[in-house]
Every structure is written in C-alpha cells, then in structure tokens.
C-alpha cells in the first residue's frame, strides 16, 4: 500500500485514528488518511460507509471520539465549521448549503464579510473582489441574481466560489455529481483538476466507481466505519474497488423486457400549472404497460414532482386527462385512485411517505384503515391491525422493535421498507416510484430494486423516477427525459447511451436519435 | 440537565420542579402552603374543595376543545371567542326561549355548540381558503366575538334595572342543578361525558386515527388519501362546539345569565390550553393538569385572602411551568419542523 | 371635520406602538423566528416604562427600564426557545401569560393598586416642537409636539432596513433566516444570531409598550397592550417583514384606530369601533395572503 504523496513533501493534513460513534453505532473506527496538496483524493464506500461522518469530523462539523487531526505537523481541534475554515477547509455538501432569497453575491460573502469595526459592508469591493475569482476560474454566474434562480450547475458553481473566496486550500465535495447531467459532470471535473493543478488538495466522496477513475489520483475505500483499502488510482480497477466497498460481489441485476400488455397508465396531454405563471408539466403524454418499468429522467425541477403528484391526486390538473386501467381518473380523489390500484413510494419519506411521530402499526394501516378488516362500525379493530402489522414487518424484513415502535426510531432502510411494504402488499395494478434507493443501505438497495422487478415480472406496471442513471439503465424497459415540463426525449431499453439522455436532461437535442411524445 | 429522556412524561416533572421551586422561593412556605390548600380544598364541608371542581369543570371542558384541534396539528388558539360566543348564545336562548327546560335546555345547549363551532369554522375558512395562519386568525377572532358580546348584553339584551353589562336571568327551573351547599353544579356530568368521548374517539376510532396521522404529517395523510379537507373542518367544528358546551355550563349552572367578562378574566380558555400543553398531548392526563391548574388558581386566592401575596402568582406559575415544559419537555403540539409556519 | 387638527395630531400616537412592535416583529420575522410574544413583550415594556419613570423621576429612567425589561424579555424567549429548542408558539403564549400574570402581580407588589396605576410622579416622555411649521397645511398638527418615541420609530425604520441591507449582521440574519444549517457549514451560528434579534425585538417592543404607557398617557392599566400586539403581528406577515413596507402598514392600522376613536364620539357603540382594527386586520391579511397563495408565493 502505498501512502507516499505525489509530490514527495509531507502532508498538508493528516487525520489519524479518528473513531466516532452515534449512540451504540460505530460510525467511524480508527481512521487514519492523509491529504496532500496538488492531488485529488477520492474517499469511496456505500451509503453508512462513514464517509461523511469522517468528512464532518474533519470540517469540525463533529467531535471525534478517539484520534487527532494534524495540519503540516501540528496538531488541531476544531470546535466548529470557522476554526475548519480558518485552517483553509472548504465544504460543498451533497444537500447545497446555499440561502435561496439572497443573491448570489451575498451567498458568496456570509461569514466572511470581512472584519470592519462598523460591520458596514463594502459592497463594490466585494463585487470586484468577487468577480475577479469568477473571471480567473472561468465560471459564468451573475453576482446579482438571486439564488433561488439559478440552475443547478450554477449553483454548484457557486459554492465552490464560496470556498474559493474563503482562501480553501483542501476542497471537500460530497456526491457532487448525484444532481448533474453527465456534461455538467464533465466540466466539473475540468474545473477540479484545473484547481488541483493550481496547488489545491481536492477530496471528493462518491460511490460512482466511474468517477473515481475518472478524476482520482488516490482512493481510499471505506467499509463499515472502517478504511479498508488505500490505492493510487492508476494501480487499481473498478473491479477491485467494487470488491472492496461491499465485500464480496453483488450480483448486478437488470429487467428482462417486458412483453407488451395492456395499457395501465394512460396519460393524455396533462398539464399542472406552475409558478410565474409557466406550466410546471407542459402537456405530458405517457402510457404504462403491464410489467412494463418506465424510468423518468430529469434534472431537479423540470416538472417530474408536479407530475408524479397529478398522477397521485395531490395537486389539480389545468387540462388533459388520464385513465388508470381505462377508468377515467383525471378529477379522482386520492383515495379512488389507490382504491383503483394506483400505490405511490414517496421521494420524501419523512413527512409525505411516513408519520414519523406514530407507530409501525399505524403507518401500515395508513389507506386501508377503513376497511372491514381493520375497522367496524367506525372504530379500529387492534387485533387485526397488529397481526397484519406483524405479518408485513415479516415478510417485508423491517427490523423493528415491535409494531408499536414508532417510525421514527428506525433506520432509513427500515423506514422504506414499511412504505414499500404497506405499498406493493395490497397487489397494486401501477406503482410510482420516487427515488426509492435515496439514502438507504445497499442492502436495502438491492431488496427495494427486487421487488420491484418482481412485481414487474407479475404484471404490474411501474413508474420509476430517480436521478441516479445508473438506476435507470438497470431497471427501465423504457426511458423518458423530462426537460421544461415536456417529454424531451424517450429511449427504448436498447437505445439508452447515457451521454444522449445527459444531453436530453439539459435540453439539448443533437445526440437524440428516437425522439417522439411517449407512446 | 434534560427532562426530554424523561420521554412524554418530561413536562410533568418539569411540573413538579417548578412546583418546588415556587414553594422553597416563597417566603413563608408552611403557612402559605396551609393557606393554599385551604383555598384549593378546604372551607366549610370542604366547600372551596367544589369551587376548585366547578372552576376545574370549565378549564377541563376548554382542554378537551383544544386538545381535538391540536391533536389534528391544528393551532386553534380562538377558544376564548368560541367559548364566549356559546355562553351568550346559551344565555339568550335561556332568556328569550319560552319553553320547558325539557326543551330549553337542549335548545341552549345545541345552539351553544353550534355557534361555538361556526366560529372555529370561521377561522379555519380564513385559513384554508385566504391563507391566514390559524393561530393568528383564530387569536384575531376572539376581540371581535368578545366585544360583540359585550355590545349585546350593555344595549339589546342588558338587564337595565342591575345596573351591570349583563344579560337577564334565565328561569330558576331551566337552570341547572348545583350539589347541596356548593358551588357545583351538574355541569361537571357533561363534562365528564366529553372527557370520555374525546378519549375514545381518538384513540379508537377511524376518525380518530385519522385526526391524529393527520396532525403528525398533513402531506402524509393527504398522500394516503386521507379526506384532509373535512377532516380539519369537522375538528376544529368539534373543537368549537365542546367551547359551546363549556360556555353553555358557565351560564346555565354557574351565572345564570351572561355577564360582560364572565368567561374572559377567569381565562378559562387559556388555562385550558396550557392545561393541555403541560399534559404533553397525553390525553388521559388532560383531566388531571386541568383540575391542578384549577387548584393552582382557588388555591392562590387562599393565599391572597390569608397573606395578601397577590393571586395572579398563579398566573405566574403557569406561565413558568409552559415556558420550562416547552423548553424541557418533549414535542408540545404536534405539527411540522419548526418554522414552517 | 373627521380629519381636523386634533385628528391628526393624535395619529402618531396610535401609530407609534405599532410600527415599533412591528418592527420588532420583522427582525423576528427576517429571522424565522415565529414571535407572536409581541403581545407580552409590550405590555411588560408599558409597566417597566411606568415603574422606571416613577421610581427614577425622569422619563429617560422610564424608557431605559422599558428597553431593559423588553430585553430581558426576548432573552427568556430566546433561552427557551432558540436554546433549549422549545416550539416558538408554545413558548409565546406562556410569554404572553407571563406578561400578563407578572405585571398585575407587580401592580400590587409595588404600588398596591389594582387595575391601574395613576400618579402626577410619572414623568412622560417629552414632545418635540416644531415652530417652523406651517400651521395652516395641518403638517404642523400631524408632526409638531410629537413624542421622542415617534421620531425614534421613524428613524428605527430607515435604520433597520439599512442594517438589513448593509451591515453584516443583517446579512447574517438574513441568511439565518433562508437557511440556518447552510449558516452553520459558513462557520456562524444561526442560533447566536436568532436570539439576539429575539432580544433586539424585545428591546423594540419595550419602546412601544413605553409610548403606551408614559407616552400616549402617563398610567399603566391592566392589559394595556390590548391586542395590539397581534396587529404588529398581522403587520409584520402582510409585509413580509419588510420595514419600508412596515411604515405605511402601521400608519394604516394607526389611522384606523384613530378613526375608530373619533367615530366613538358621533354614538357608535364603543364595542364596535374597538373591534374594527381586529376586523380590519384580518380581512386586509387575508387579501395580502390570498394574493400571495395565488402567486405562489407560499403555499
């Protein structure tokens, strides 16, 4: 194993033997890594891994347990993110830590406003200040616009000015390209090895193997709270690597075509209106089949949420119609289309998917509680709800305390398998699928992508929306792109090429061959 | 120090520390604690022990009402104007109703629940349909319903010849019956019926299930196909009509009439409330913080009497119990995140 | 005749309280802290200003009180709920409550009354005069001999939405507001910044009790704050809490009161004219929320 620095000096920082447990899980255990400048640090392992534990840990975010932090030899606590900063750390997190109403000069200067004995900010100087980074590093972004505007891209821009601005010699990004299309992921990484080559460390996170041998001039591999392996990039493989983040092989999955049955989902010219008076789905048109899986690709916010929740009866429709296995369901209730067949696993688990403050037992009846197995005369039957309970806990391997735990003291995984559970077990006719692998193990991962082959495979059409391509290209018999509201593009399973859906993603038609509205 | 691994239970002992706090800072401690379970309990024949029920009676009642709309995550604070409303509808229909009380009373008692709910109703309309928070618009509709009483019983329905803003007296037999040689009066057997339907409903039945998913996550029950809209209109109509109820027992078995303040200056709607928050949404506590809060205030008139420490060291209590439960004790109110008002 | 000299003179006086707790409000609001303690916070102003102008003799005693015992105020509210993390509404209905409960208490504890406290030892806050004005335009009535208070709510206006704008604190509670965890990875804590605009708003609510009660008159009654309070919070949502939208808000709502007052005069039954700023104020909120809904703007 080789842990010299590329340039032959010694580290700019070292954490050594960092441990770090919540509560009775041992997130990180004995962790020692070492940055160096002009080099870029790829930190891999799958989701609980505790690689960003261990990068919080680093930008003072938490406190170790056990294990210090040294800064060219010296060693440093950091009591919070302004000593991390000061030492010249910077962060751009998964979840952007941006102010949405402030504009994108003011995001650039909060906390580093500078130190004036008035407080009075000097605003032209920070405008030059500013626009002088933004020229030298080659980013296109408008000092005066307000955040809550820009693209996605720009707003990763952004932060990565932010730290620029901050003077940061070590550049954390956790899972930055998990929002990009893979064009912006290519100038992205331009930019990464321009700023490696100008002296800075960058230590990037991901689970994409692709990546990693992409950008990386090291990687280090993390198990279970643990480094298992170090490398330098140009001895290793995705193979080894692959090996080395799960511990053994997973076997991949893919969907074997479906035959073309009946039509589930019929959507017809839907439209939902959306902020500053521009449909936020421009007339979409998109059929279902029986055991067919149709992924829906997109950048954030080009109209996939309002989509979903029109097809669920959570927002109004302005115009088109859609039918549910040929019953009219363009003005139904909620409830009529789940009673037609209609079952829905939510992006946001915690308040749309979930009640997190009630119990097991009580998220599972969510839906059905009025049924006549559940319920008689208007009030509960306990009883029957409790054996139910168990039996999907069972079937569906939540691991749980008991069905009158409440949901909020379990675990991600846990927590999807309760929706996916009390979702697919009343036999659904069509299943809508919100990035239903976000945040939880791989473990749950592979159970999650399982059923929903499974069920596939009995009949059941399935509409799959998820930013992770990968996903897609496993799962799809068909794709689509959204893009501004409108289907941009659809592929069949095998036409996918991930740089023409990238392309479809950021509305761009050269590299589209099979173009068309969705049926 | 934290209460909150103390789990539901936190605010309690948040109680009882303040309880003990307020008890070693006072000076005069054994005799003001004799002078206070004197004014809470004791009397002749126990007869301030009754008074605590009867003031208990009402704080309970306004619990119960605010209890079913914070249940539902629903940020009613307008019980002072639903209660108000009810008292003087029971009053007026008490007045000027020439029936039976085999009639009268039920008259009284269903147009009380109903205007109790209409005004929660309101609130909620202003909520739904323009957007104003529910604890702003429910607040705001308190001023208007307690002034509008209070016009009605100083012009229209005064009693002239009292000299006072109150409503005339309602007929001797309609009235109801108080406990030989007390002040309480068969109100507290409604009460009791209420205490116990909430309970059950919440806990067992479909609606109740559903009012209480719907408090903890509104997208959760919308997205389960939950019938979200009726669901809050019809609590927070529940919520309004039990506020009827109370103000229809304060005028049909304490006053007799309305009279301009009766229902306002005892805050019977805010002890309610904070009766509520102390309990920690546990409902079957409810009934208990409720009768404390009730003891805390008779109790401190026993002090006043005896010691002439001011009786508002009650209020001061409560306030510093609420403010040490929110700041210790779990999750007071079900409803979202912080901050998504 | 409605708008004659005595009318417009009274104005600020009505306006006064509202735009100070309103502004309070908005710094709150700027801040996302949900204060509707306003309330309280005035009404303990009205009887700090009271006890301090009578105990020290001279009404900058009654002020500094006011501000002081606002302050504290807003630290209670910022210690159990920005720090002990307790839910801003629970905690300001036991403000609110306390308010209440302490001042009566302190009525009798100190000046053995009940109801209200009127003594000529109270020493009101001074009027400015303004000679140079013309009297026959009404401007002399509207500004001239107006208390300090007025003046100071005006400035305090202009000031806090340059400190909104300009000053890195402002910024800071801007950015707390949009998002406090992107504040805390920026190595600032949101928290710290929350409370002192929960204490800063205490201070400001201290002043309008102040004008309340050694301004507008020199006594303090029980409950005097009277529900004005919850007006400077309507204001506060109708403007987003946006100061410069703040002033002519608070001057809308004074006007009305006013109003309401003289009205009082020509027999309109007091109950109605006291209830019309509450009226008013949910009305006009629902108009401004309605518009906003539709817009998208919140949802």
Known sequence: MSNQPVSGKAPLCRLSGISHAFGPVQALDDVTIEINPNEILAIVGENGAGKSTLMSVLYGLLQPDAGSIEFEGVIKTFRSASDAISQGLGMVHQHFMLFPGLTVLENIIVGAEGTGATGLIDFQAKISEAQKLINQFGFSLDLKQPVETLSVDSRQQLEIVKLLYRNADIIILDEPTAVLTPQEIESLFSMLRRLRDDGKSIIIITHKLGEVMDLSDRVAVMRQGKKVAERQTAETDRKELSELMVDGTIEPISKTPSTKDAIVLNVRALSVAGAHNRPAVDEISLNVHAGEIVGIAGIANNGQNEFVQ??????????????????????????????????????????????????????????????????????????????????????????????????????????????????????????????????????????IHRQLLDYASRGTAILLISSDLDELFALCDRLVVFYEGRINAQFDRKDLDIFAVGAAMSGDHQFIKAGGTGQ | MTFARFGKYGSIIALVAVAIAAVVLVPGVNENAMNFLDGAFGGRRNFNFFTTLSRATLIIGMAMSVLVSFRAGLINIGGEGQLVLGGLTAALVGVTLDAPPAVLLP????????????????????????????????????????????????????????????????????????????????????????????????????????????????????????????????????????????????????????????????????????????????????????????????GAVGIERAADIPREAAQIIQALIILFAAGFGHRLISRGRKGDV | MLFDAAFLDSLPRFVTPLLLAALAGAICHRAAVFNIALEGMMLIGAFSAVAGAYASGTWIGGVAMAMLFGGLAGLAFAWFSIRRGGDDIVVSIGMNFLAIGSTIFMLRLLFDTRGQFDDPGIIAVPKIPLPFLDFQTGLSSLLSNQSVLFWLGLALTFAITFLLRRHRFGLQLRAAGENPEALKTAGLSPDRIRSIAVVISGVLCGLAGAQLSISNVTLFTENMSAGRGWIAVVIVLMCSGRPLWILPTAILFGLIEALGFRIQGLGLPQQFTDALPYVVALVVLAAVLSRKKKSGQIT
């Open chain 2, 107 to 298: 008259a009284a008692l269903v147009a009380a629940m109903f205007v109790g709910a209409v005004w929660a109703l309101v609130a909620g309309w202003f909520e739904r349909v323009a957007g104003v928070p529910l604890v702003v618009g429910s607040l705001l509709l308190n001023y208007p319903a307690v002034l509008f009483a209070s016009y009605l019983v100083s012009h229209p329905f005064r009693d002239i010849d009292s000299g006072l803003s109150q409503s005339h007296r309602i007929a001797r037999e309609a009235r109801l019956p108080k406990f030989d040689g007390t002040l309480l009066d068969y109100g507290i057997f409604l009460i009791l019926v209420v205490i116990a339907v909430v309970i059950v409903f919440e806990r067992r039945s479909v609606f109740g299930y559903r009012l209480r998913m719907q408090g903890f996550s509104l997208p959760f029950a919308r997205s389960s196909g939950f019938p979200v809209g009726r669901i809050y209109y019809q609590t927070l109509a529940i919520s309004g009509a039990i506020a009827g109820i109370v103000g229809f027992i304060a005028v049909f078995g304490m006053n007799h009439r309305y009279v301009d303040g009766m229902l306002v200056l005892p805050l019977y709607s805010w002890t309610g409330l904070i009766a509520v928050l102390l309990a920690g949404m546990v409902s079957w506590l409810v009934p208990l913080t409720g009768f404390f809060f009730a003891a805390l205030g008779t």
């Open chain 1, 310 to 447: 029109a097809l669920v009866g959570l927002v109004e429709t302005n115009s088109g119609n859609m039918t549910l296995n040929d019953r009219d369901m363009t003005r139904a209730s909620v409830k009529e289309r789940r009673e037609a067949g209609l079952a829905y696993l939510a992006e946001d688990r915690m308040s749309v998917g979930l009640a997190l403050d009630a119990t097991v037992a009580e998220n599972i009846i969510a839906g059905v509680e009025n049924n006549q197995t559940f319920s008689k005369y208007g009030f509960l039957d306990f009883q029957a709800i409790r054996t139910h309970a168990r039996k999907l806990v069972e079937n569906f391997d939540v691991r749980t305390s008991g069905v009158n735990q409440k949901v909020s003291d379990l675990s991600g995984g846990n927590k999807q398998k309760i929706i996916v559970g009390r979702e697919l077990s009343d036999s659904p006719s069509l299943v809508i699928a919100e990035n239903p692998c976000w945040g939880v193990d791989v473990g749950a991962i592979s159970f």
